[in-house]
């Protein structure tokens, strides 16, 4: 156990849906990542938070959002699913801002969009 | 634009052998630092080794070791008497500095441990 809970571990919905992934960083970890990884694109970086803030963004698409709530959980929502959002979400958390030790990983939501 | 490079998309070798993966990164920082990671079949991310830039040692955990060669921007992992729980997914990544402040990752290369 990593101590980066995410969950669910597995979401299967449809095309259109909306959905919500949840991640809880290590205790102490003041920032969260979020990565998509697909098969064809790799890893991804998505966006960052630090301390509820957002820190950096990456390629996220305008139908993703997320946030992070003051008991520093994060919250990665995707909007209007479309087949190619499918891929492996990860959630990632390190002490600070910089990640001069890198990240710790949670173990991922595999979502599936049908 | 900062990248890393991984050229070797699979790679095998036998239990108990020594292997070596590469990785090329790109980067005008002066200061930053390398890092591998593991996936295995669980597709769990594993922080296996990391490397400072402005440390010229070459870090060593265990039977893995890195090959840094700052001026060639390469950071190649060794992995020593490899053994079946090798079998993974290893990525090459990177936190290049400036106002970045994510990690970049490599392609991977999937290595088979053979028995």
């Known amino acids: 156990d990593s101590g980066v809970t995410q969950t669910p571990k597995h979401l299967i919905t449809a095309t259109g849906q909306r959905v919500t992934l949840r991640c809880s960083p290590r205790?102490?970890?003041?920032?969260v990542y979020w990565y998509q990884q697909s098969l064809d694109q790799g890893l991804q970086f998505l966006i960052q938070?630090?301390?509820?803030?957002?820190?950096a963004k990456g390629n996220i698409l305008e139908r993703f959002s997320a946030q992070q709530f003051p008991d520093l959980h994060s919250e990665l929502n995707l909007s209007s699913l479309e087949l190619g959002d499918s891929a492996l979400y990860f959630c990632?958390?390190?002490?600070?801002?910089?990640?001069?030790?890198?990240?710790?990983f949670g173990s991922g939501t595999r979502l599936t969009v049908v | 634009a900062q990248t890393v490079t991984q050229s070797q998309p699979e790679m095998s070798v036998q239990e108990a052998e020594t292997v070596t993966l590469s990785c090329t990164y790109d980067t005008s920082e002066s200061n930053y630092y390398l890092f591998w990671y593991k996936q295995p079949p669980s597709r769990q991310m594993i922080l296996v080794i990391r490397?400072?830039?402005?440390?010229?040692q070459n870090a060593t955990e265990n039977r893995f070791s890195v090959n840094f060669q700052k001026a060639a921007k390469s950071f190649s992992l060794k992995i020593s008497d490899s053994q079946l729980g090798d079998t993974a997914m290893y990525f090459c990544a990177s936190f290049l500095g400036g106002a970045t402040n994510k990690l970049i990752f490599g392609t991977g290369t999937l290595l088979a441990v053979q028995p």
């Open positions: 205790s102490g970890d003041l920032s």
């Open positions: 990632a958390s390190s002490v600070g801002e910089l990640i001069g030790y890198g990240y710790t």
């Open positions: 490397q400072e830039a402005y440390k010229q």
């Open positions: 938070y630090y301390n509820g803030e957002e820190r």
